[in-house]
Structures are given as structure tokens and as C-alpha cells.
């Protein structure tokens, strides 16, 4: 029977391998990426994966590959570059009790609460080279146990701490150089608080307690540091640690075929009625098992059938109990609100699990709503701003308030004067059919202005109330594209006993777009508006020519002001001599006393050349302006020489300016050349007067 067991067993996961190939070869994956190979130094490839490989047989680089040191000759150690001091430096430090460390051929010695080669303890005031005299705390294994039953079954280890930092200590003797622990301070256990996590015969008692781990598959309580050692080839299947997923691991819990037969150690036992009903229990290929009080399986046919097991595959007629089927495998009209090529789905409106028989419940969405989640029951509600499970409380984060439980809604607040746009177009839109709003227009004697603007096809109803009025009905199943409408002051009583304006908007499908305003101002005068406008056209045009005509006579003031500084500054010149020697350069007579005509040339170098002089030069007050005085030529009327008794010369003065402000002045020069003619000569000076 064991045999016939194993082969289907193993036959079964064969067959699983090829129905469910990416569920367990996964998990098959995963668990020989965690198989460790133990004492196979081959796997290491460098000297220094060599040296710290993991315990279980001493690795040693030698021959330029890793090999076990047991196959590895004396001789060749030290051909490999490692020095047999290095080698029992390595042994001995690998030694934590004082027993382990002298019990040995490596020539080890304890010395500081450490083992190490004997050379290295030479200096030291604390050796120890003799097993008897190892200190008792030295001389424990406490501090390598990790649960508390193991620490309390070694003599002189106690369990202490709190919880989950609890620690298996030495209870006789104290480490050299250490405080005493606080006793106050540590809960010190001579009996463990909770049974062994083998005690544990479910999942939930086994989750619930500290360091234990439930394995599903072999039924299991374990504690968690030995999971390799209790499964070294990997036969838990599935294990946890958490109570919340121990319902994952019960057969019972299976409520589909298809679902029971994806976990180990389970079988389907049909009910024969050819729906496709049944339930999931614990077995194997011959059947279900049950265990014994000793914990050993054994076979129970009294709860399923051989005819009614199925261990391997599922009943051809799976309708979930909702339907019989039609050529063996089809679900032909499912009963029950159920749909799907099994009936293993609720109708629309309708929210459950109807499988293995299970009824479905209608959505309860007070009215807001048709529709919800076929798996929870949460509502699509289908107005904008009611939000819950049931489409039971208003959106207030985004301005909607209201009641929608007992035929009430939800309203956006609206601001007065401000034009508002909702664009209903996101994912999370595609169930709104419906929005309202209101308005409580806050300015008395002034008329409203209502704008509402619709994107596609949908009906809008206006209404309005106060405190004394219920709520009344203005505009009932009106067509929404653009409309507008004014609520006078004469017939409302705006800004007192709480008058609020209701808008439905209703009876369109997504994606959908409104624009929607109420905007309180006083109407235009035009007559007052152009009356106003020119008036103060006609003021502004004033004041410029004002401000113009001020400007003018301000300039002629400032004009006359500098004529008379310069006026006074010419008048105020101090009396001076100077010597002004003049030559006859360029100047020649001809035989007959007639002017020889001087060449252009001659006259155009002796403008540019002998340009005038000042002859005085007196600075006004700020040094930017200067009055200049120059000794000038007088005309001689084309004569050689002036008449008699009147001067050839002249003093001119001028206002200047000071620094680098210079002006170009063109000047134009008749040059009378031999022969008679006059040719004109255009030329440029820099003029620095004022």
C-alpha cells in the first residue's frame, strides 16, 4: 500500500507539473537555488571563497583549486602559500568554549575570553592550557541555543529576556570583565511560558505563538531556526508564519475544484448530483486520510467514495451547483442570479461568491447606484460627489455636501460670480450619470445671472427653497446645451432666510464636460457709462494741455535766467593786457600793389592749421561753462587795407562749454584763383561755443 502511495503520489506530480507548470515550477526553481551542498569545496573558485566556505568540512586552496583539506598533503599547504601558523590561527579562533578550544591536536590556548594559537597567549596574564581550569561561563554551549526548551535542558543555562529579545544565558557564573546583568531588568525563565512549537497540532495555534512555523504540506509545527534540518530536501511544501494565511492551507477552505486540486495533499469529493458540487478534503490518490491520535495517516473512504474522489483532475460537469450540463462539460442556463461558462460568477447588480452552491446578494446602494463590485459589494455610485461601500456619505474634502441616505443627495457648492467647469472624462468617471448644485446668492437687491453649459445630451431641473418654503420646482427636464436664465430681485429675496437655488443635472454618459455660473452685478447705463467716459477724457485733456503751457513758460523763465548769468559773467570779466604778435604768412604783393590770389590749397591749410586761439579763457561757477575771448580780423571789404582811422581788429567773446562737448560746424570758403574765378570750398571746424 506505502508503494502504490508513492508511485501516485509521484505520478500526481508528474501530472500537476503539466496542468500547473508555472505555479510549480516556480517553486521547484526556488527550491534548488536554495539546496546547499554540503562538504563540496569544488563550487568555490577563488582563495578566499576557499577559506571562508561554510562548516561542514574544511576547504583549503591548494594547486590553484579549492579541495578538501582532508585530501590535501602536508607538503602541498605550504606549496599553496598558506602558512600553517595562519592555518591554526584560523582553527583555534574558530573555537568559542574553553573546552572546545584545548580538546584538540591544533595547539590552541584560552587566553581573554577567546581562543587562539598558543604563540599569540605568550604575553598574556590569563592562559588557560588546561580543561580543568576553564572559567564555567567559558566552559558553557548556553549562548549557542535559541529556544528556550533547549536552553533549559542544558544544565546551568537559563532562558532570560523579554519576548522575541529573549536569550539562553549562563546562570553561574559571570564573563570576566563584565557588569553583573540587572536581575530587576530581565525576566529570568527556569520554565519555558509556551509549549514547544512541536505541541502545535493547526496552524492558528501554531502561528500564534513566538519562533514557531506552520508547514501546510506534512501538517507540521516546527520552530523557525530549524526548518533546513527538519527538511533538508526541500518536502514542505508550503509553510507560513502568519495566522491570516492559514485559511490557505486548510482543505476545507477549498471551495472550487479547480482551486482544491491546486494544493498538495488535497482532493476533490464530488456529490454525485452532477452539478459540479462537492468539498475539498485532506488525501491521497486512494482517498481521504484522517490521522490518528499518534498523528499517522490513514485512509478514510466513509467521507468520500472511490467513485466521488477526485484526486487527480476534476468532474467534467462543473456548474457549481447552479446548473446541470449539456454534452457533459457545457453549463447550460444558470440558475441562481449566477453567469459564466461554469456559473461561477454573480450577475450584474449582484455581488458574491456563488461557488460550491452559494448564493449571490443584490447591491444595496441607496439608490444611487445599480451596479458594484461582483466580489465585495462596493457601489458604482452614479452621482458625482456621493462617495462609500453603500453610496452613503457625501464628498465634503471636495465641497459636496448633503444626505444621500433616504432619497437625499449630494450638492456642489457654488461660489457666487465664478464660473466653474467639470470635466467628467477619467476612469474613475465612467459610472456618473448625475451632478447637482446650489447656490445661496449672497447680495440683496441685486439680480442673478444663471449660466449653464453641456457638453453632449442631458436634463437639467432648477428648483429653490428658504427657511419658510419647501423646496420648489422651476425648471423640470429641460434640455441641457446652453442656457441661461435671470432671477429678478423683485420676486426673491436674495441674501436673507437662507434662499438656495438647486441645479440637477442629469441623464448624460461619460465622458462629459458642463460649464455652470451664478453671478450677481448691477446692469449697465450706457447713457451714465459714455457720460462718465468722456467727462473724463475731457479732464485728462485739460490737465495735459495745463501741464504743456506750464512746461513753456517754465522753459522761457529757465532761458532768460542763463541769458542773465551769461550777462553778468561777461560783465564781471577782469581787465587784462595781452601781446598778440601777427605774421604775414601766405601773404604776398605783386608789382602792382594788386592782392596775389592765394592758392585753395594754402587757404585750406591755414584753416585747418592755424586755428584761433583764445586769448582769455575764464571759468564760470561749476567749471562746466566758460566765457572765451578771441582777437578777430575785421573785413576789409575786398581791400588791401582797411580806411584810415579804423582799426583792422576786433575782441569777440563767447559762452563755452568746458570738456569734450564739441560740435561740427560746416563752413563754406570762396577761393578766388589766377585768372579771375571763384571756386567754393565746404570744410568742417569744431565749434565749442554755447
Request: net charge negative; charged share 20%.
Amino acid at each position: 500500500m506505502i508503494s502504490f502511495v508513492c508511485e501516485s503520489l509521484f505520478y500526481r506530480v508528474i501530472c500537476r507539473i503539466s496542468f500547473y507548470e508555472s505555479h510549480l515550477h516556480g517553486r521547484f526553481v526556488r527550491l534548488l537555488k536554495d539546496v546547499h551542498y554540503a562538504g563540496d569545496c569544488g563550487q568555490y573558485i577563488s582563495n578566499e571563497s576557499c577559506r571562508t566556505a561554510l562548516p561542514g568540512v574544511k576547504c583549503v586552496w591548494a594547486g590553484g583549486r579549492c579541495r578538501p583539506l582532508s585530501q590535501v598533503q602536508q607538503s602541498q599547504l605550504y606549496d599553496s602559500g598558506c602558512s600553517n601558523a595562519v592555518m591554526t590561527e584560523e582553527r583555534c579562533r574558530s573555537l568559542l568554549t574553553c573546552p572546545s578550544c584545548l580538546e584538540n591536536n591544533y595547539g590552541c590556548s584560552w587566553c581573554g575570553g577567546s581562543c587562539y594559537e598558543a604563540s599569540s597567549c605568550q604575553n598574556s596574564t590569563e592562559i588557560v592550557t588546561e580543561t580543568a581550569n576553564c572559567p564555567a561561563y567559558y566552559s558553557s554551549s548556553c549562548g549557542l541555543l535559541h529556544n528556550c526548551y533547549a536552553c533549559i535542558s542544558e544544565e546551568a543555562c537559563t532562558w532570560s529576556g523579554v519576548k522575541e529579545s529573549s536569550t539562553c544565558r549562563y546562570d553561574h557564573g559571570i564573563k570576566p570583565g563584565a557588569s553583573p546583568p540587572k536581575e530587576k531588568s530581565l525576566k529570568v525563565e527556569k520554565s519555558c511560558a509556551e509549549p514547544p512549537c512541536v505541541t502545535h497540532g493547526d496552524c492558528y495555534n501554531c502561528t500564534m505563538s513566538g519562533g514557531c512555523m506552520w508547514c501546510g504540506s506534512e501538517q507540521l509545527c516546527l520552530t523557525k531556526n530549524s526548518y533546513l534540518a527538519s527538511f533538508p530536501y526541500g518536502q514542505c511544501l508550503e509553510w507560513t508564519t502568519n495566522k491570516q494565511k492559514c485559511s490557505d492551507l486548510k482543505c476545507s477552505e477549498m471551495r472550487s475544484c479547480d482551486e482544491c486540486q491546486k494544493h498538495p495533499g488535497c482532493g476533490w469529493c464530488d456529490d454525485g448530483s452532477g452539478t459540479g458540487q462537492g468539498s475539498c478534503l485532506k488525501g491521497g490518490a486512494s482517498g481521504p486520510l484522517n490521522f490518528t491520535a499518534e498523528g499517522m495517516p490513514q485512509l478514510d473512504l466513509e467521507q468520500c467514495s472511490a467513485e466521488q474522489w477526485n484526486f487527480v483532475g476534476c468532474p467534467l460537469c462543473q456548474c457549481n451547483g447552479h446548473s446541470r450540463c449539456v454534452n457533459e462539460s457545457v453549463c447550460a442556463n444558470c440558475t441562481n442570479l449566477t453567469e459564466g461558462n461554469h456559473c461561477q460568477q454573480c450577475q450584474l447588480g449582484y455581488y458574491g461568491s456563488p461557488l460550491n452552491g452559494a448564493n449571490c446578494t443584490a447591491c444595496d446602494c441607496n439608490g444611487h447606484g445599480s451596479l458594484c463590485e461582483r466580489e465585495n459589494g462596493g457601489c458604482f455610485c452614479t452621482t458625482k460627489g456621493i462617495i462609500g461601500h453603500n453610496c452613503d456619505k457625501c464628498d465634503e474634502a471636495n465641497r459636496y455636501y448633503g444626505d444621500p441616505q433616504n432619497g437625499g443627495t449630494c450638492f456642489y457648492l457654488l461660489t457666487i460670480d465664478y464660473q466653474f467647469t467639470f470635466n467628467l472624462s477619467k476612469p474613475d468617471d465612467e459610472y456618473f450619470t448625475a451632478i447637482n448644485f446650489e447656490n445661496s446668492p449672497p447680495k440683496p437687491g441685486e439680480d442673478v445671472d444663471f449660466l449653464l453649459s453641456c457638453s453632449g445630451d442631458a436634463r437639467i431641473n432648477i428648483s429653490w427653497s428658504n427657511d419658510f418654503t419647501d423646496e420648489e420646482l422651476l425648471l423640470f427636464d429641460n434640455q441641457c446645451t446652453t442656457f441661461k436664465t435671470k432671477f429678478t430681485r423683485h420676486n426673491y429675496e436674495f441674501g436673507a432666510n437662507n434662499l438656495t437655488f438647486f441645479v440637477y443635472v442629469y441623464d448624460f454618459t461619460t465622458p462629459f464636460w458642463l460649464k455652470i455660473a451664478f453671478s450677481q452685478h448691477n446692469p449697465i447705463d450706457l447713457l451714465q457709462f459714455f457720460a462718465t467716459f468722456f467727462g473724463c477724457f475731457l479732464i485728462l485733456l485739460f490737465i495735459a494741455a495745463a501741464v504743456w503751457k506750464i512746461k513753456q513758460v517754465y522753459d522761457l523763465y529757465r532761458r532768460r535766467q542763463r541769458l542773465f548769468v551769461e550777462m553778468e559773467q561777461m560783465a564781471s570779466r577782469p581787465f587784462a593786457c595781452v601781446a598778440v604778435e601777427f605774421d604775414r604768412q601766405g601773404m604776398q604783393l605783386s608789382s602792382n600793389t594788386e592782392p596775389l590770389v592765394e592758392s585753395t590749397d594754402a587757404v585750406l591749410r591755414r584753416r585747418l592749421k592755424n586755428n584761433p586761439v583764445p586769448v582769455a579763457l575764464e571759468p564760470c561757477a561749476g567749471h562746466r561753462a566758460a566765457v572765451l575771448s578771441l582777437i578777430v580780423q575785421l573785413p576789409t571789404d575786398g581791400s588791401m587795407y582797411l580806411t584810415q582811422y579804423a582799426s583792422g581788429l576786433a575782441v569777440a567773446s563767447a559762452l563755452v562749454a568746458l570738456g569734450n562737448t564739441h560740435k561740427q560746424t560746416t563752413v563754406s570758403v570762396e577761393v578766388k584763383e589766377k585768372g579771375g574765378k571763384t571756386r567754393k570750398t565746404v570744410t568742417s571746424v569744431q565749434d565749442n561755443c554755447l
